[in-house]
């Protein structure tokens, strides 16, 4: 690490702030030896927040049908080699209740953009969840809607939205989406969930084809300056059928250094180890909670349509049942000196 590094870690630890080119500085002199020291910082505030408590949200993938065409996605619209699924109302609500025996409190409800699910639709499966078990967290991450949508959902009783904003840059966002996809709607449907009162999670893909570090430099000042109460960050990994399949995935450095910068510039954020962090590398959830993170998102969809919620190749946890996906992130998280805790796992200060 040379001293310049060393001199921008210890100011953003101090004062959470740097300049985009600062930042880029950090992400271009990587080493071993950088890794080690934001690690360092990023634990000491994980654990002032935290303490050695992971949190858990219970992923319930219902639907692969989606209206876009994002050029990384293996769910994307032209995938014709994707085998379409969708859960029914009732299923989806049984997902969340064996997750509530299962000790989860939060509950994530993602899929494509499938407007085959009314707002009526979505409002149902929300409060009937809610009726059923209160005190469970029903967060959404089912895309871009419109405000009103929005404020609907949340009236019905979900309180939290994850939509990764992908890239702070325009210019990259226009690479990775067809032109009928747009970053400043995306951007504004973030600030729409923020004014109606959700915690909001943001986020976006390590490496992603054309990324630079400047790119990823400004995704930290997004960070930075947004405040998501959620970052979900994983490294971009390459899926066969779609017309990224020959770029290479991002690495586990790269995305091991942005938990870590991230836990240091907002150190309240919740930031989850991700699946296709797991993916790429056998250990990389274990690594990613010893780098700042503080959240897993085990899959409690049903087994039978797991391996169709293709984002990527090689997604792992495609094979198990949701018990033994718990059980196996228990043992995972406790070799580390970790915890799992069975709690909704609000932001801290929220
Ligand atoms: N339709 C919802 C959910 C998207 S899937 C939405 O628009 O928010 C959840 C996340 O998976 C995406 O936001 C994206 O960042 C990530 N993802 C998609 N394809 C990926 C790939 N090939 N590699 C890594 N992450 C990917």
């Not at 949340?154 to 840059?169: I, K, M, Q, V």
């Not at 250990?283 to 998102?297: L, P, S, T, W, Y």
């Not at 409690?300 to 718990?326: F, H, M, Q, W």
């Amino acid at each position: 690490m040379d001293q310049e590094s060393k001199k921008l870690l210890e100011e953003l630890n101090n004062s959470h702030s740097l300049t985009v080119e600062q930042y880029q500085y950090l992400i271009e002199h990587m080493d071993s030896q950088l890794l080690e020291l934001a690690a360092e910082y990023a634990r000491a505030y994980q654990h002032q927040y935290y303490g050695n408590k992971v949190y858990t949200r219970g992923l319930v993938e219902f639907t692969n049908f989606c209206r876009n065409n994002c050029y990384y996605c293996g769910i994307r619209r032209d995938n014709i080699q994707c085998e379409r699924y969708r859960l029914s109302k009732s299923d989806i609500i049984e997902c969340a209740d064996t997750g509530y025996k299962l000790g989860f409190r939060t509950t994530v409800l993602q899929g494509g953009e499938d407007f085959a699910y009314s707002d009526q639709d979505i409002c149902e499966i929300v409060r009937s969840i809610k009726k059923l078990h209160p005190d469970m967290v029903v967060t959404l991450s089912i895309g871009e809607r419109s405000k009103e949508s929005y404020q609907a959902y949340f009236d019905a009783g979900a309180s939290r939205y994850l939509l990764r904003h992908e890239t702070a840059n325009p210019e990259l966002y226009a690479k990775l989406h067809p032109a009928s996809m747009s970053w400043e709607n995306r951007m504004n449907c973030l600030r729409d969930l923020r004014e109606i009162g959700y915690q909001v999670g943001a986020g976006f893909m390590v490496e992603s084809p054309g990324q630079t570090a400047k790119d990823l430099a400004m995704d930290l000042k997004f960070v930075e300056e947004f405040k998501p109460d959620m970052c979900g960050i994983g490294p971009y990994i390459s899926h066969k059928d779609t017309p990224f399949a020959k770029e290479a995935s991002g690495t586990l450095e790269t995305t091991l250094l942005c938990l870590s910068l991230i836990r240091i510039i907002y150190p309240q954020v919740l930031l989850p180890a991700t699946t296709a962090l797991g993916t790429i590398h056998p250990k990389g959830r274990e690594m990613g909670i010893q780098a700042g993170a503080n959240v897993v998102m085990p899959n409690l969809s049903p087994g039978s349509v797991r391996k169709k919620y293709s984002l990527y190749d090689n997604k792992i946890c495609t094979g198990e049942e949701a018990a033994e996906c718990i059980v196996c992130l228990k043992n995972r998280v406790s070799s580390i000196g970790y915890e799992i805790v069975e709690d909704p796992g609000n932001r801290a200060g929220f």
